[in-house]
Every structure is written in structure tokens, then in C-alpha cells.
């Protein structure tokens, strides 16, 4: 199947189990592959490094919606403040004060998810659940003025435990109701819940996923 057939097929299969967002991710592809998703009318495209991702917003249509996905250095902030849609990877207070920071120089507002930490891999950032409860608890986050925290991102162990993938889920999904239900500063609101890729979005939809971020099942595999 080529990569317009994959997007339109995934796209029915999402749109099936409710309204769920698609960010297709990207990384390692090329613009021309990027395309053809393009003109399978796909506008967000996710990726994890940000000089790579600046590249491609230099060569492709302007009307993309760019999604950072991946661990994002402070000092990379700034290739991609000027016009990045989303930022998901959030995974510590110091990113985010450097997000604000460059967010401002740009006169914009940038929209970011905080990532939790839900699998039980060591490797994974990511805030633990606990420190992002304790976190919007307090008033700490309401000086970042130039950011939009508009939610959470996860990733799952990567098994082939289907209970333990939705476990994970589950808890992320508590956790982000439990957010919800908070008196949350001027800045922040919970609104997108993105988890899910190419081996389990199927499973983070029926969790309450609101984005799901799909790769390989679109693009094929990666090398
Ligand atoms: C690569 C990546 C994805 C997509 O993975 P696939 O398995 O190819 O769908 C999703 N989220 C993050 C954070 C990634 O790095």
C-alpha cells in the first residue's frame, strides 16, 4: 500500500472509534514521502529532532501543523519557537521556562503537552504522575505567560502485553480527569490527551486518547 492509501485506510479506522486526532510522525522520512500524506489532506506531522523538524518546515507547505514529539535540548528551543504548533515532549520545568522564554521573543503563545511518565521502562522521560499532580496543585506554572499548557502526552512499555499497554492508559487517563477537575491557572487547561502509536493507538483511543501519534503504519518502517 502506498503512503496516501495507508493514511486514508488509518484515518477510517480512527475516525470509527470517535474523534481522535492524527499526528502523523515523520521522522526520518522525506519531504517527498511527507507529500504524499500531505495530499491525502494530512496538515499535523510530529518529530523528534528539532533541527530536523526546522528543515522540513523550511521545505514544505506552510499550512503544516509541526508537532515536537521527541526530548527537546533547551538550546534547541530556539530553531523551532518560530512557528512549531505543539510542543509534547515537555519533560521538565526548566524546558518549559526556556519554551516560554523563546516563545516570547517570537510574540507567541506556544501550546505544550506535558509528558508523563506511565511505562515501566527506566529510559522514558518524563514527569511521574505523582510530581504532575503536586505540580498543578501549586500556582508554579502561572508565570510562564507565552505557553499554552493544553495537556498530557504518554508512551506505553513497548510489549506485547495488551493489558499492561492499557494499564498504562488508563492510569495517564486518571490522572489527566483528576487534572481536569482542578481549579488550573490562566494558562493552562486540559484538553488533549495524546497517546497511542502505530502498535496500540487502537487501545489508547478506547482509553480516551484525544491525539494519537502514528509513524511506521503510515510511512512504513523506519531504518
Ligand atoms: C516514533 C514515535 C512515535 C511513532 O511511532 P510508530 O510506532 O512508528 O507509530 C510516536 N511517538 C513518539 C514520541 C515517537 O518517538
Redesign the pocket.
Known amino acids: 500500500m502506498s503512503i496516501q492509501d495507508n493514511m486514508k485506510a488509518l484515518r477510517l479506522k480512527v475516525e470509527k472509534n470517535g474523534n481522535c486526532k492524527i499526528?502523523a510522525?515523520s521522522?526520518t522520512k522525506t519531504p517527498a514521502d511527507i507529500m504524499e500524506a500531505y495530499n491525502a489532506n494530512q496538515r499535523a506531522f510530529?518529530e523528534?529532532k528539532a533541527q530536523e523538524l526546522a528543515d522540513k518546515y523550511e521545505k514544505l507547505p506552510k499550512d503544516i501543523e509541526w508537532h515536537m514529539?521527541?526530548h527537546l535540548q533547551r538550546n534547541k528551543v530556539k530553531y523551532i519557537a518560530p512557528f512549531v504548533y505543539m510542543i509534547?515532549?515537555v519533560d521538565s520545568l526548566r524546558l518549559l521556562e526556556e519554551i516560554n522564554k523563546q516563545a516570547a521573543r517570537n510574540g507567541r503563545k506556544i501550546r505544550c503537552l506535558l509528558q508523563a511518565h506511565i511505562a515501566e521502562e527506566e529510559t522514558k522521560f518524563g514527569f511521574s504522575l505523582d510530581e504532575l499532580k503536586a505540580l498543578f496543585q501549586t500556582n508554579q506554572l502561572a508565570q510562564y505567560e507565552s505557553i499554552f499548557i493544553a495537556g498530557l502526552?504518554g508512551?506505553a512499555t513497548f510489549t506485547s502485553d495488551e493489558n499492561q499497554v492499557r494499564r498504562e492508559f488508563r492510569s495517564l487517563k486518571n490522572t489527566f480527569e483528576e487534572l481536569r477537575a482542578l481549579p488550573l491557572t490562566a494558562n493552562a487547561k486540559m484538553e488533549d490527551l495524546s497517546m497511542g502509536?502505530?502498535?496500540d493507538?487502537a487501545i489508547a483511543i478506547e482509553e480516551g486518547s484525544t491525539i494519537v501519534?502514528?509513524?511506521?503504519?503510515?510511512?512504513g518502517g523506519?531504518s
Open positions: 499526528v510522525v521522522k510530529g523528534n514529539i521527541g509534547q515532549s502526552m508512551m502509536m502505530s502498535g493507538y501519534r502514528v509513524g511506521s503504519a503510515i510511512f523506519r
